[in-house]
Nanobody, 121 residues
Framework: QVQLVESGGGLVQAGGSLRLSCAAS????????MGWYRQAPGNQRELVAV???????NYEDSVKGRFTISRDNAKNTVYLQMNSLKPEDTAVYYC???????????????WGQGTQVTVSS
């Protein structure tokens, strides 16, 4: 089994910064793509940023230039550095990882528990 544990959410004023972390543990052979989604009340979950196993990145248009996704493969951890935060960034942020299992080599997607980010105006 694989677990993803998130940390780093909280309350911040507009213009401020937060850094989210998501650490994977368990029966992991390899981590492929990792990323972050977010879901605001009444909205669908949307992809915010993704980083491939080769560290290529892609971002949702509204966060380009403000958010940076990175990973530390030695720690099985993905990060989301969020700068110049806006009230519309308020949401629950979920990390995910495409995990190649240690026993049978099957690739499955796992999710973190979600962390609340609230940006006040």
């Amino acid at each position: 089994q694989v677990q993803l544990v998130e940390s780093g959410g909280g309350l911040v004023q507009a213009g401020g910064s937060l850094r989210l972390s998501c650490a994977a543990s368990g029966s992991i052979f390899r981590l492929n793509a990792m990323g972050w989604y977010r879901q605001a009340p009444g909205n669908q979950r949307e992809l915010v940023a993704v980083i491939t196993g080769g560290s290529s990145t892609n971002y949702e248009d509204s966060v380009k230039g403000r958010f940076t996704i990175s990973r530390d493969n030695a720690k099985n951890t993905v990060y989301l550095q969020m700068n110049s935060l806006k009230p519309e960034d308020t949401a629950v942020y979920y990390c995910y990882a495409e995990v190649v299992g240690a026993y049978y080599g099957i690739t499955s997607r796992y999710w973190g528990q979600g962390t609340q980010v609230t940006v006040s105006s």
